[in-house]
T-cell receptor
């Protein structure tokens, strides 16, 4: 059971470049989300999804796009990277309350992104 | 709206000392409450949880009690070890979103 898998683990981008952070889970979780972690700021929610075909904005969505075509995958796209997007990104998944199971989230190992 | 407030760190303790990390929350309805731990270079792991008022979550010697009257979920451990050094996050979940506090770094010295 792999849990939540994020790739890549490290990435350096130049300003203006685009890239996609991958996230996959094999636990049949309906709920998936992306966070960024910055010093002194804790984890801030970027986007989340409550099921395939449904996405919504979190606290800091600007500069990021997401899609959810399958239950398993929830990629995060940076269309034009900026230095302010230098951060550590975490993907998380969990059962939705409606799935009737525990609602704790499971996290990937993170992607450390540097934009120069 | 929903929010979580944690005490700022770092918290520096000697081995075998008593630990308290304060956490208070603001939420509508009846959220579930969580403590997560993050070891250096790793993702977050669930440490313990409580889903209703007066529930006590416990794991690895850590405990926290869901206090609705004081909207608190303070983390405690009677005797910390060097291996407990990590960042601890308090979080709440109300419907779909999981909301985190800013985290508290714990440093335990031998």
């Amino acid at each position: 059971n792999a849990g939540v898998t994020q790739t890549p683990k490290f990435q350096v981008l130049k300003t203006g470049q685009s890239m996609t952070l991958q996230c996959a889970q094999d636990m049949n979780h309906e709920y998936m989300s992306w966070y960024r972690q910055d010093p002194g700021m804790g984890l801030r929610l970027i986007h989340y999804s409550v099921g395939a075909g449904i996405t919504d904005q979190g606290e800091v969505p600007n500069g990021y796009n997401v899609s959810r075509s399958t239950t398993e995958d929830f990629p995060l796209r940076l269309l034009s990277a900026a230095p302010s997007q230098t951060s550590v990104y975490f993907c998380a998944s969990s059962y939705s309350p409606g799935q009737g199971a525990g609602t704790e989230a499971f996290f990937g190992q993170g992607t450390r992104l540097t934009v120069v | 709206g929903n929010s979580v407030t944690q005490m700022e760190g770092p918290v520096t303790l000697s081995e075998e000392a008593f630990l308290t990390i304060n956490c208070t929350y603001t939420a509508t309805g009846y959220p579930s409450l969580f403590w997560y731990v993050q070891y250096p270079g790793e993702g977050l792991q669930l440490l313990l949880k409580a889903t209703k008022a007066d529930d006590k979550g416990s794991n690895k010697g850590f405990e926290a009690t869901y206090r609705k009257e004081t909207t608190s979920f303070h983390l405690e451990k009677g005797s910390v070890q060097v291996s407990d050094s990590a960042v601890y996050f308090c979080a709440l979940r109300n419907t779909d979103k999981l909301i985190f506090g800013t985290g508290t770094r714990l440093q335990v010295f031998p």
